[in-house]
């Protein structure tokens, strides 16, 4: 058998269990490069006279591999507690500090708003370390643990499930397409953006460049608003020229049946005429209370 000193032998196995990749359940090899045996954790714990540390880090390893556990989320509560499958309400309470939270999976678009503003409001003193926070972590897509990045590239590995994805767009990264991903497009046209913006300074195109959409968004706005007005103008012109064509059939109609008609025949005519009138009347004037709204919100 191989033999190696103890204290080598426990940073040998707390390095192993800090592996990215490492299963509680899987075979170690001999610190031995030489030797080609495996072994199981079981037995290199029971060679270690003193291993309560390693027992300790080899529990906090399976709670967190474990999707039945959960962690209280509050700073400096390390307390973790079953997963019911089945519970009356969506809300965790901490039997330790007796913090209340959410599930990741249970909460919503707009509770994540409130929860995050509300934190805002509690953490006064320490706001931007907050939002530090808050921006550099992220959950994971596989099992929603929280992950900060503090450097690397965008390749990430969850160390609870092994799920390895994306930074930024959280694709799968064995199914990953740079095409698709939000930071191809950022880095592509940001680039692009930049050398723009420096050869605009460079030659002082920049002040000629936004006078010319300062003046191009003020011609759109008077455009605009001429356009409604001549709209409205014209449109009210056409309904009374044709309100008074109406007017004059209507007097004709009304002399040709005093000559010709009598009794209920003209008595409903006229109620009719009078009733289509009165319609136009309406509608007239709903048009010249409603329109330039109308015509605001199309343009």
């Avoid at 009210?236 to 109406?246: A, D, E, G, K, V």
Wanted: with cysteine; glycine share 2%; net charge positive.
């Amino acid at each position: 058998e191989c033999q190696i000193c103890i204290q080598c032998y426990k940073l040998y196995l707390t390095l192993q269990i800090s592996e990215l990749h490492f299963n509680i359940n899987s075979n170690i090899r001999c610190p031995n490069q030489q030797c080609p045996q495996l072994y199981q954790m079981q037995e290199y714990l029971l060679a270690i006279p003193d291993c309560e540390d390693l027992n300790d880090q080899l529990f906090h390893r399976y709670l967190q591999q474990d999707d039945s556990m959960r962690n209280c989320p509050k700073k400096g509560c390390h307390y973790y507690g079953f997963f019911p499958e089945k519970s009356c309400s969506d809300q965790f309470i901490c039997e330790i500090c007796q913090t209340e939270w959410k599930d990741n999976y249970n909460i919503r678009l707009n509770e994540r708003i409130y929860l995050f503003l509300n934190n805002i409001l509690l953490i006064k003193n320490d706001i931007f370390t907050y939002l530090y926070e808050y921006i550099m972590t992220k959950e994971c897509p596989n099992c929603g643990i929280p992950i900060t990045k503090n450097g690397g590239c965008m390749h990430m590995n969850c160390k609870k499930c092994l799920y390895e994805f994306c930074w930024v767009c959280k694709q799968n990264y064995s199914y990953h397409k740079k095409t698709q991903c939000v930071a191809y497009f950022y880095a592509k046209y940001g680039i692009l953006q930049y050398n723009l913006v420096n050869f605009l300074v460079l030659f002082n195109l920049h002040n000629a460049i936004f006078n010319f959409i300062y003046e191009l968004l003020v011609y759109i706005g008077y455009s605009i608003v001429f356009n409604i007005l001549a709209f409205q103008f014209y449109f009210l012109l056409f309904c009374w020229r044709n309100y008074q064509i109406s007017q004059q059939y209507t007097q004709q109609w009304i002399q040709l049946n005093l000559a010709q008609q009598k009794g209920k025949i003209f008595h409903y005519v006229y109620s009719y005429i009078h009733y289509m009138r009165n319609l136009y009347f309406y509608y007239l004037l709903f048009l010249r209370k409603f329109l330039p709204c109308i015509a605001f919100y199309a343009y």
